[in-house]
Structure formats: structure tokens, C-alpha cells
């Protein structure tokens, strides 16, 4: 295996690889040949994130497995699911998208994650976790209930494997017996210990064609002897108990085989071929390192799971051209404008060292919100329950009832997977839980799976909960503190990157919920209109109220609503703008509509937010543009309004 040190700038030299234009020219491939496909493969990856920036270190890691699995499954008539898709990289540029990746993430370029717009080897669209069992699943059944010929195979990492619709699927596909390949990615040792070389040798002999022979066979003599069949299986059991790992998929009705070094063509040549043609649930487990070959990600996998596009410096040492390599900081702190990501560390931090009853859990986003520091400080009052959003609410919930004040630090689209939890156990029990939830709104690049786009709709609508949006820095650090004294459920919600550069105070003071903030009165009496602003387009507002002279309001709480502001505005006004970065439908514009109708009050209203549809990926700035809800775009919708109804 080539190892890197450095991000190619030039475009490396892969002549193997440029001869694929589809996986099924590796089936014709010597071992030697794969080698080579798998340096070049490497190597071209380094360059095109080095490009684009976009996950980085799981794919590096799957490589080779990438290779193996393409050789040994017929795809896309053998369909391949990718969890989470992190790791998919390598498998899009063996797929017909070798030149469309130095684009991925970009607006109109490839998507973050597989798609199945995008290509026939996506068959199943992810982006969020531990779904792919349970998919490739019923690919399995739904071949089998047709009639149909082919093999299911999904590929799922450790860490996704801790959430618990991953083990219903396993569960569910040993009790019909389908014929469904697992493979688990095994990048942090958190399965089980690879016990040497005995490990190893017991994997290739469970997959060895004699073996395989011998077993299948063997059991059909058996099964016409009472009683031999099963001495027979518990034998085997033990016996790959005493030298392998745990017998737990054994026991959900699995073949287990493994672990074998995924960084091994060879290895991984042998199981997967044999594996392929056998009947029932198979699992195979693979041990990977994140980041293989790129030595800075082997030391530092968390640091370079991400990085940003680089730029093109000179090295002062040799003159010649090498690159700035700086993986993307997971909310770092310091720097004007901040990161609303760091705003939430440094209060959360600040916060704990005054009120001992404070504890904060993540479903394993440590890092993208930036628990790094609490964790280190308060390590007795940290749970990472891994990736397990249902699990992370209803322990919450369960802390709250004894007098502990747990914070939830959780991404928007990710908290949509604990909703039931979140009203069953949490809100319907009046508990005091804050949720700060991360990522809402448009995130940019990592598209439609990960925007926060509905978070407003679905939270408003719960009965008893409080949705502060907070419209810059300031403003997130006093509603935070406001959430947290607030003697129930409570969530603040904030987009990724950060804010307009508004000073951060050191106090916990916090702001009155419900209170709108009048940033901007029209130069005269009965101006025709008012902009009632959620969140951070709040910056928006300003700017547009300058533009028309309009009324602009910060509302601060889209619940609850601040009603004397809300009415005041209608009768001084003729229109209501309200603007949000979340879809118009159940939004914070469809709550003012709502009490406006409820009083009784006739003024018009246009509610501009995101449309009734999944955003693609793009810049942020290129997506709010797109939607209409830059200046440019708000001005014209209002203008338009008021030309239509003049």
C-alpha cells in the first residue's frame, strides 16, 4: 500500500483507474492489478477532496474494501448500500463519476451522499445513520418475493451499528432468513479485540470452500439424525467462541465471519467471493483504520473526517507547490465573527461551573457541537450515548424527573429521529429539558439530509414546548441561559457557521421569552410595511428595511409568540412580511397568520421562507439566494406583492 503525507496538487498519475468507467472491469483483474487500482484509487481521492473539501478520512479507510466488494458483487443488478455515506467516495469514482467528484458538494455538482437520482450503484439514499440493514433488507425480501436472482449487501460502520434500528434490522433478517450480506466496517475497535493470528486464520477457514462444502453438507447428513444436527452447531459455536470474537450475530442467526484486515485485497477477495453464494444471513467483519494511507488522518481520524477546500501555497523550504492542509475545525473558538457552534461551548462550559445540577448529552456529536471543552472539563457530566437520539431524549427525561438539568446538544435533522421521545416522554411529562439544537436552517453543502429545514413546523406544533431562534451571537448565548431557567421544556435553535460578528457578553443573563425586539420603525406614520424576522435572517430584514423604509422586528420567540407586538404591527401597517429559514408550511409566518386570524385582525401577510420542496447542496448564500431569501430576493417578493395589490 502507498502512504501520503501530503495532498497531491496535480492531478496523479492513474492509469488503471482511468480504464473504469464501471466496477465490472475489476471482475477481469489480477491481484497484483487491484493492488494498483487501490494506490490509484487512494491517491486520486487525496486529490479531488483536496479540490472539492468534503468527508475525507472514512473513505480513505474503505479503499480497499471498496474495491473488493465492486469485484466480488455483480452491481448494480447486486445491490450495494452504503450507511451513513461518509465512506462513498471511492465507490462513486469506481462508478462512473471518476471526473463529476471533483465537483461533489457544489451546487449542481455530485451529491454529499449516494442518491438515487444520481446513479443506478446508489440504490438507497442516506446521509443519516444506521439505516442501511434494514434497507438492504428489503431489497432482500422484495428479490425473493419476486422471484428475482440477486444478492443484497449492506456495509454499516461500528459506531452505526451502536444505534438500535440497526440491531431490529439484524434481528428481523435472522428470524426470515433472507439472503442478506453485512458487512461491518470496523474502524475503532469498538465490536471486539482481533485476537491475533489465530483470528485470522479462523476467518479464512470459515470462508475456504472446503469448509463451506463440509458444513452445508455436513448438516444435511446430520439433519437425518435426532439430536446431531444441533450438538453439531453448539460445537461449532464454542469452538469459534474460544478462538474468534463474540458469537452475538451467531445468535441473531447470522454467519459470522471474521474479523479480517479490510486493508487486505487478498482477504477481503476470498470472503467476499465465498460469501456471496451462500444462502441466509451472512456477516462479515471487516477491520479498517480511518484515514488508511493519508498519515496525517491515521493520526488524527477525528480532525480529518472533514476538511475544507485547500488552497495552493508555496513551501518556502523547496519553492515547490503544496497545499495549505487544514482539516475543518469542529467550532473552534476565538476568531470575529463566532461560530454559533462556540457560542453554545462557552456558555454551556460557563453555565456548569455555576449550577452543578447541569449535565450535557450527545447522540456522538461531540465535536459538531462542540462538546469538546465540556468534556474535558466536566467528564463526570458528560454522556455520549453514541448514536442513539431516541436513547439520548429519553435519558434526559429520566435525569430531569430526579432534579438533574440536562442539556441536549443535537443537530436538527437528527432530532427529528427522538420526535416521539421528545413529546411522549419529555413535553407531555412538562420535564425540564433544554435542547439546543444545531444545524437549522439551510447547512450548505451536505444537502437535503442534513438541512434543518422543518425543525420550526414540527416543534411549534407540540403542545407546552418554548422555540427561541436567536438572531446573532448575543442573542444565542441569552436564550440559552433563558431555555435553561425556564421550569420546563425548552428549545433553542441556531444554523451551522457563523454569525454577523455581534460581541459576546460574559454574563448568563437571559433575555424575556416571548418578547419581540423593534430594531426598526418606519420614517413615518402608517408606513405600508413591517418585517417580523425569525433567527438569522434577522440580517436580511435589516437590510431590506432599509431599502423600503420599512418597520422591522426582531421576534426573537417563535413560541411563544409575542402577541402586543404582532397586533401593534398590524394596525400601524397594511402588510406583514415575516421571514424564517424554515419551510413556509407550519412555520413561524403560519403562527402569525394563525393569531392574527384568531383576534380577529384583517391585515395581509406574506410569509417568505423556504419552499414546499428538499433543497439540493450548494453554499449556503447560494441556496438562501436561490429560495428568495437574500435581500435581493426578499425586496423583490415585497415590491411584487405590493405592485399586484396596490
Same mark, same amino acid.
Given at each position: 500500500?502507498? $502512504? ?55 473513505? $480513505? ?6 474495491? /473488493? ?7 448494480? &443488478? ?14 462513486? #469514482?469506481?462508478?462512473?463519476? =471518476? ?11 455530485? @451529491? ?5 437520482? !444520481? ?15 434494514? @434497507? ?78 463440509? =458444513? ?54 476470498? @470472503? $467476499? ?11 462479515? &467483519?471487516?477491520?479498517? =483504520? ?9 493520526? %488524527? ?59 450535557? #448529552? ?8 462542540? $462538546? ?8 463526570? =457530566? ?27 446538544? #443535537? ?43 422543518? %425543525? ?25 441561559? /433563558? ?78 409568540? %409575542? ?52 433543497? !439540493? ?17 426578499? !425586496? ?11
Amino acid at each position: 500500500m502507498k $502512504l501520503f503525507d501530503e495532498i497531491p496538487v496535480e492531478r496523479p498519475t492513474t492509469p488503471l483507474l482511468d480504464m473504469l468507467d464501471a466496477p465490472a472491469a475489476l471482475r477481469a483483474m489480477t491481484l497484483s492489478q487491484l493492488e494498483q487500482v487501490a494506490d490509484e484509487l487512494r491517491a486520486y481521492l487525496l486529490y479531488s477532496v483536496g479540490v472539492s473539501g468534503g468527508h475525507f478520512g472514512a473513505g $480513505l479507510g474503505v479503499v480497499e474494501l471498496t474495491v /473488493a466488494l465492486h469485484r466480488a458483487l455483480l452491481t448494480p &443488478h447486486d445491490r450495494l448500500v452504503w450507511d451513513v455515506g461518509h465512506q462513498a467516495y471511492p465507490h462513486k #469514482i469506481l462508478t462512473g463519476r =471518476r471526473d463529476a467528484i471533483l465537483g461533489i458538494r457544489q451546487r449542481g455538482g455530485l @451529491a454529499a451522499f449516494p442518491s438515487r437520482s !444520481e446513479s443506478a450503484y446508489d440504490t438507497f439514499g442516506v446521509g443519516h445513520s444506521s439505516t442501511s440493514i434494514s @434497507a438492504a433488507l428489503g431489497m432482500a425480501l422484495a428479490a425473493r418475493t419476486k422471484g428475482e436472482s440477486r444478492r443484497v449487501c449492506a456495509v454499516i460502520g461500528d459506531g452505526a451499528l451502536t444505534a438500535g434500528m440497526a440491531f431490529e434490522a439484524l434481528a428481523h433478517a435472522g428470524h426470515v432468513n433472507a439472503n442478506l450480506l453485512v458487512v461491518l466496517n470496523d474502524n475503532e475497535m469498538s465490536i471486539s479485540e482481533n485476537v491475533g493470528g489465530m483470528a485470522s486464520y479462523l476467518a479464512k477457514i470459515l470462508v475456504s470452500k472446503p469448509y463451506t462444502t463440509l =458444513r452445508e453438507g455436513g448438516k444435511k447428513v446430520l439433519s437425518h439424525l435426532p439430536g446431531a444436527l444441533e450438538i453439531a452447531r453448539r460445537t461449532e459455536g464454542h469452538v469459534k467462541g474460544m478462538v474468534g470474537p463474540a458469537t452475538l450475530f451467531e445468535e441473531m442467526g447470522f454467519n459470522y465471519v471474521g474479523p479480517i484486515d479490510g486493508h487486505d485485497l487478498d482477504a477481503l477477495n476470498d @470472503a $467476499l467471493s465465498s460469501m456471496r453464494n451462500l444462502e441466509g444471513p451472512q456477516f462479515l &467483519h471487516v477491520r479498517t =483504520r480511518k484515514g488508511r494511507g493519508f498519515l496525517p488522518a491515521e493520526g %488524527d481520524p477525528v480532525g480529518y473526517h472533514a476538511i475544507t477546500k485547500l488552497e495552493k501555497t508555496k513551501q518556502q523550504s523547496s519553492g515547490e507547490s503544496s497545499v495549505g492542509l487544514k482539516p475543518a475545525p469542529a467550532g473552534s473558538a476565538g476568531s470575529t465573527p463566532r461560530k454559533f457552534c462556540s457560542v453554545f461551548s462557552d456558555w454551556v462550559c460557563d453555565m456548569a461551573a455555576v449550577d452543578e445540577r447541569l449535565v450535557a #448529552i450527545t447522540p456522538a456529536m461531540r465535536e459538531g457541537s462542540d $462538546l469538546i471543552r465540556f468534556s474535558a472539563e466536566f467528564p463526570e =457530566r458528560y454522556y455520549d450515548v453514541a448514536i442513539a437520539e431516541q436513547h439520548a431524549v429519553t435519558l434526559a427525561a429520566g435525569m430531569a424527573c430526579e432534579g438533574v438539568k440536562p442539556i441536549v446538544a #443535537i443537530y436538527s435533522t437528527f432530532l427529528q429521529r427522538g420526535y416521539d421521545q421528545l413529546i411522549h416522554d419529555v413535553v407531555v411529562q412538562d420535564l425540564d429539558v433544554t435542547f439546543a439544537i444545531d444545524r437549522a436552517g439551510l447547512v450548505g453543502e451536505d444537502g437535503p439530509t442534513h438541512h434543518g429545514t422543518l %425543525d420550526l413546523s414540527y416543534l411549534r406544533c407540540i403542545p407546552g414546548l418554548i422555540v427561541l431562534a436567536p438572531a446573532d451571537e448575543a442573542e444565542c448565548r441569552a436564550m440559552l441561559s /433563558a431555555a435553561y431557567h425556564y421550569p420546563g421544556p425548552a428549545a433553542v435553535r441556531y444554523p451551522r457557521g457563523t454569525g454577523p460578528g455581534v460581541e459576546v457578553p460574559g454574563h448568563l443573563e437571559s433575555l424575556a421569552i416571548g418578547q419581540a425586539e423593534w430594531r426598526r420603525e418606519a420614517s413615518h406614520h402608517g408606513s405600508s410595511v413591517a418585517l417580523l424576522a425569525f433567527g438569522t435572517l434577522n440580517g436580511v430584514a435589516g437590510d431590506v428595511a432599509e431599502r423600503l423604509d420599512a418597520t422591522h422586528l426582531n421576534m426573537r420567540s417563535v413560541k411563544p409568540l %409575542d402577541r402586543a407586538a404582532i397586533l401593534a404591527a398590524a394596525d400601524r401597517h397594511s402588510l406583514l412580511v415575516t421571514l424564517e429559514e424554515n419551510v413556509i408550511a407550519g412555520g413561524a409566518g403560519s403562527a402569525v397568520g394563525e393569531l392574527l386570524l384568531a383576534e380577529g385582525r384583517t391585515v395581509a401577510v406574506l410569509n417568505l421562507g423556504l419552499p414546499d420542496a428538499f433543497i !439540493e447542496h450548494g453554499t449556503p448564500e447560494e441556496l438562501l439566494a436561490g429560495c428568495g431569501l437574500d435581500a435581493d430576493g426578499v !425586496e423583490a417578493s415585497i415590491r411584487q406583492w405590493l405592485e399586484k395589490n396596490a
